[in-house]
Structures are given as structure tokens and as C-alpha cells.
């Protein structure tokens, strides 16, 4: 089983559209959640920590699920800049495990 | 201004032909870590120095080396490059390993495998 897990997509959605989507994590030791973005052969480049009692950062927000162990990431108010690949990102005791994304895809 | 840089962007070598990856950052960051991402999966851990210190994750095939001769650079170096190594290699630093820290990622190199 991966460490973490999640849906590839594409989620194809209209500008100004709302779309979220989870991933899950198998370790629960697990100790900090982040979410990554990834533009098409680029770097990941951190987009926001995930903080037990959820956290917002402008359109985006993030939730966490300790006993579910899952992570989830909504993006409100859909810009076609937000196309990319979102990674659901663990940190265990010294490393960091990726998952191999989920792709959204904004379209006009 | 690059924190960290990796060159080259785009590197093509022949088969079994050695080649050498290179990272340097400004950060002056405790850790460095070499990442390899094949087309649409997950970055996957090769491995990191802590300072001097470095650290193999278990299933990193021995083909694939590296070297930190000072904080700033950090090298990856893989012996004989085969088909399957023709991926995205990104470096990353963080300040610490644990706790929340934030990793730091170069823009990555190219590898082309002929």
C-alpha cells in the first residue's frame, strides 16, 4: 500500500467553479500535512500547511481527518491559473512521502 | 534570486555513460535531499545529508551515488545510467528535518537516457 494515496483526476471545471478533492495516508504517525502544487514539469512548490482544526489561505482550504486519516483540499472561486497538480504531501519522522497528485484542469 | 539552484536544466547522456547532477543553495540549509519523479507519480526519496551526515533510503539502488563536500553543493551521481533512470531529479533543503519544516525545491533537472 502507498503512503499516501490519491485520486489522479482530471477534475475538469469552469472558471469560478468550486472543486475538492482527499487523499489518505497510511501511517499515523504521521506528524504535518502539506499541500504542494506542481505546474506541468516544474518543481512542487509548498501551496499550504494542513493544521488539525483546518486552515484557510485565501480561495483555498484545507482539512484534516486524524481518526479518517485523510486530508482534503478545496479550491473555491476556480481561476484558470489554478490549473496544476496538486500534491498531498506527510511528513513522518524525517521525510517527507508525496503523492503522485491530483490533477485539476480550469477551463474558460 | 534562486535559493536553490540546480544545473544543468536539461541533461542527455548515453547509456551507461556516468553523469553528475549538481544542487547549490543560499539557505544555508542543514539538509539537502535528492528526489527522483518519473512521469506522473510521486516525488520518490533517494536520499539526504544531514550536514555531513548522509542517508541512503533502503530501496535506492546502488547505482546512484552522492557527495556534499560543502553546506552549499550537493551532488548526485549516477554510475551507469540506464533506460529506466530518465526522469525529473529534484534537489530540496530544509533548515532541520523534523517538526513542520518547510522543504525548498530547485527547479530540477531533465534526464534524457539514449
Known amino acids: 500500500r502507498k503512503e499516501v494515496e490519491q485520486d489522479p483526476g482530471p477534475f475538469n471545471v469552469p472558471e469560478g467553479a468550486t472543486v475538492a478533492f482527499n487523499c489518505t495516508y497510511s501511517?499515523?504517525?504521521?506528524?504535518?500535512f502539506f499541500w504542494y502544487r506542481q505546474d506541468c514539469r516544474k518543481e512542487p512548490k509548498l501551496l499550504m500547511s494542513?493544521?488539525?482544526s483546518g486552515n484557510e489561505d485565501g480561495r483555498f482550504t484545507a482539512q484534516l481527518n486524524r481518526a479518517s486519516q485523510y486530508i482534503s483540499l478545496l479550491i473555491r472561486d476556480s481561476k484558470l491559473s489554478d490549473s496544476a497538480t496538486y500534491l498531498c504531501?506527510?511528513?513522518?519522522?524525517?521525510?517527507?512521502?508525496f503523492g503522485a497528485g491530483t490533477t485539476v484542469t480550469v477551463r474558460a | 534570486d534562486a535559493m536553490v539552484i540546480q544545473n544543468p536544466r536539461y541533461q542527455v547522456t548515453q547509456f551507461g555513460k556516468p553523469v553528475t547532477l549538481s544542487c547549490s543553495q543560499t539557505?544555508?540549509?542543514?539538509?539537502m535531499y535528492w528526489y527522483q519523479q518519473k512521469s506522473s507519480q510521486a516525488p520518490k526519496l533517494l536520499f539526504h545529508?544531514?550536514?555531513?551526515?548522509?542517508?541512503n533510503e533502503a530501496d535506492t539502488p546502488d547505482n546512484f551515488q552522492s557527495r556534499r563536500p560543502n553546506t552549499s553543493f550537493c551532488f548526485l551521481d549516477i554510475r551507469s545510467p540506464g533506460l529506466g533512470d530518465a526522469a525529473m531529479y529534484l534537489c530540496?533543503?530544509?533548515?532541520?528535518?523534523?517538526?513542520?519544516?518547510?522543504?525548498?525545491f530547485g527547479p530540477g533537472t531533465r534526464l534524457t537516457v539514449l
Open positions: 504531501v506527510v511528513r513522518g519522522d524525517y521525510k517527507l512521502s
Open positions: 501511517n499515523s504517525a504521521s506528524q504535518s
Open positions: 539557505l544555508n540549509h542543514n539538509v
Open positions: 545529508y544531514y550536514d555531513k551526515d548522509f542517508n
Open positions: 494542513v493544521y488539525s
Open positions: 530540496a533543503t530544509s533548515r532541520e528535518l523534523a517538526g513542520a519544516d518547510t522543504q525548498y
